[in-house]
């Protein structure tokens, strides 16, 4: 009776399981269709966000080859040479990982001799086991930490590399306005060169670890199996590691690509919440906080949803693994260690004792077990190696974008309007950069330049006027017109569709906008931007005469209330409006270019300290192109620049009988 009960139980246990494991199927199934509905129904009410970007082909993320060959390009960034600090820390790692392996090793030998002295009952033979593991136990934990800490002092040097490396290219003239302004392959360049770097580089650190420590576990451990148990053992197990690696990176490509999605949408987070930072007050004056809100919670929501997906699918897969790698991973090498013992024509173990099998199996097992974990931790690897696939794509796309750039290659969506704002198509003959500059000291000259935006609105077909030093210009029009644009081009933001331009070099063209921008830094980096004091001291420039010029724009009494040349405070909050444009007034007479450019600089300045500044500047020999609408201004100006909005301009000089624009 009792082996029929023996029986049932075991039937009822193996049906339980199997019913077990078929509801837990079913949950899983029904989830995911659950979760696919809802992501569906909330498409449908999401609010829109749309952030400029050129929706060309986008780079896929998956572990192929294009991937390898993306990460060699970044790898020889990383590792610039094999006499750096970063190939140092690799191979500091590697001793330590090799040593690491090493006591692992010596634990099984050492924990299954004192096994075998507990069974058999040897006091001594145990003692003198258990005393060479009290000595071992300091030397595993040195190794163990300096792993560690080799490892993260890897991340932080990869870190600093790329960043160091895309800093350069992303800060290069003029590519951080480029990028933003010119080229609409990239957006939130801000999450890229912090989050997206720091990921990578603890992904890839991870990954290093990850990958090298199990490969030459196996290595150790199938030469030592195979002296124990045959070269069919290991053999059998790497046979596995290549079935189940196949099939579990074919189940992880989309990791990659959720992976860049997830950024993206981190992203495009970020961006909406910039956005109520940057323009609460004019939403405060409109009282919009419930619209901002939803806004908010849109983008927030089309986060979060995306989030549990990947999480569900982290979970779906992690089933998979868990089953492949490392329970099935423990069958095989149970199966494959068992034969040694239970084969009658293997003459192994014929004429050994009971002790003598109960030790060779424990330590073949667990070296067989540490095998085959070895072998799931790098068929595992391939989940990290999916989604540093996803990083790697996005910072090798923001490279080559950076590189395109830097070549004066813009790719944007090029449209003509007519001059009355009609869009009329594609415009193929409008190539940005097809001008020519010439530099030239002490003059400004259009020869037939088009006054074109980046994305193709032609604002006038040509201009053509000549200006040389001491031709001070005032520059007006209604709004729209293309003030600002001919001031950009000027200044090399924007490229030439056409024509010749002559112009100084750089630093002898000076621009001040309306609002003036405060660094952060002490009161006299705010003088000498963008100097430093090293340039300061150099050009034979001292504190005393930053004060003559901080007296020429009437702010020396600052110096006093702020506390000195060194203090350091949140500049664009602690002074006024005016007194950030006087600020900026006094930089310009710091550098003293060639010609200067005042894009309504003195709005917030009283006429008679405005004309005094302006009377200052002819006195040193600046040159001026004024943008302003106050008539105080145009008798220090003896030509003016007009543009009406439609097409036209008129450079002029100013006579007594000009008519005077403004108020």
Not at 150 to 178: P, V
Not at 207 to 236: E, F, H, R
Not at 544 to 557: P, R, T
């Amino acid at each position: 009776m009792a082996p029929v009960l023996s029986k049932l139980s075991q039937l009822a246990t193996a049906r339980n399981a199997i019913g077990t494991g078929i509801a837990a199927a079913a949950i899983v199934l029904w989830t995911a269709r659950k979760k696919k509905r809802q992501r569906k129904n909330l498409e449908q009410e999401e609010i829109p966000i749309v952030i400029n970007q050129n929706q060309g082909k986008r780079g896929r993320a998956a572990v192929d080859l294009v991937f390898f060959r993306n990460l060699l390009k970044i790898l020889k960034i990383l590792i610039p040479g094999w006499l750096t600090p970063e190939s140092w820390y690799i191979f500091v790692v590697a001793v330590a990982l090799s040593a690491r392996t090493y006591c692992d090793l010596w634990m099984i030998q050492n924990g299954t001799s004192i096994e075998s002295a507990i069974i058999s009952r040897n006091m001594q033979l145990f003692i003198v086991h258990l005393v060479k593991f009290a000595y071992a136990m300091p030397v595993m934990s040195v190794i163990n930490n300096l792993l560690k800490y080799g490892l993260d002092e890897l991340k932080l040097r990869f870190r600093t590399r790329l960043s160091h490396h895309l800093y350069s290219q992303y800060l290069k003239a003029f590519t951080y306005y480029k990028l933003t302004n010119l080229d609409n392959r990239i957006t939130n360049a801000d999450q890229i060169l912090t989050q997206d770097v720091e990921k990578f580089s603890n992904s890839i650190g991870e990954l290093y670890s990850n990958l090298s420590k199990p490969l030459l576990d196996i290595v150790i451990y199938s030469t030592k199996l195979a002296g124990a148990i045959g070269i069919q053992g290991p053999g059998w197990m790497l046979v596995y590691l290549m079935f189940s690696g196949l099939i579990l990176t074919r189940l992880r490509r989309p990791v990659g690509r959720l992976t860049m999605k997830e950024q993206k949408l981190e992203g495009e987070f970020r961006y909406v919440n910039s956005r109520l930072i940057t323009n609460s007050e004019e939403i405060a004056f409109y009282q919009g906080n419930e619209k901002e809100q939803a806004i908010i919670n849109s983008s927030l929501k089309r986060l979060l949803n995306h989030l549990r997906y990947f999480i569900f699918f982290r979970f779906s897969m992690g089933l998979v693994d868990n089953i492949i790698a490392k329970y099935l991973a423990l069958v095989v090498g149970f199966f494959i260690v068992s034969r040694p013992f239970l084969d009658p024509s293997n003459t192994r173990h014929l004429h050994s004792s009971h002790s003598q099998r109960l030790e060779d199996y424990y330590q073949s097992g667990r070296m067989l077990v540490k095998m085959a974990q070895a072998i799931g931790r790098v068929v595992l690897a391939g989940r990290e190696m999916t989604r540093l696939a996803g990083f790697s794509s996005r910072i090798t796309e923001f490279m080559s974008v950076l590189s395109d750039l830097n070549q004066g290659i813009y790719k944007r969506t090029m449209v003509l309007s007519d001059l009355n704002g009609r869009k009329d198509g594609l415009v193929p003959e409008l190539v940005p950069g097809s001008g020519e500059v010439v530099i030239a000291d002490k003059l400004i000259r259009f020869e037939h330049v088009p006054l074109v935006t980046p994305n193709g609105d032609v604002l006038v077909q040509e201009l053509n006027f000549e200006v040389k030093s001491g031709m001070n210009v005032l520059v007006c029009g209604p709004n729209g017109c293309g003030k600002s644009s001919l001031f950009r081009i000027l200044g090399g933001l924007w490229p030439l569709f056409g024509g010749k331009l002559t112009k100084p070099d750089g630093n002898q063209l000076f621009y001040i906008p309306q609002r003036p921008y405060m660094t952060i830094g002490t009161l006299r980096d705010q003088v000498i931007y963008p100097h430093h004091k090293e340039d300061m001291v150099q050009r034979g420039y001292h504190d005393d005469d930053l004060l003559d010029i901080l007296e020429k724009v009437q702010l020396s009494y600052i110096l006093e209330r702020e506390g000195g040349w060194d203090v350091v405070q949140d500049w664009m909050d602690v002074l006024s409006g005016g007194e950030k444009q006087r600020v900026a007034m006094a930089r310009l007479f710091y550098h003293k270019p060639q010609f200067a450019i005042l894009d309504e600089c003195t709005s917030a300045v009283s006429v008679d300290v405005e004309g005094f500044m302006y009377e200052h500047c002819q006195k040193v020999g600046i040159t001026l192109f004024t943008v302003s609408h106050r008539k105080s201004l145009w008798k220090h100006h003896e030509f003016y620049l007009y543009m009406d909005g439609r097409g036209s301009f008129d450079f002029k000089q100013i006579t007594d009988e000009t008519t005077e624009f403004g108020s």
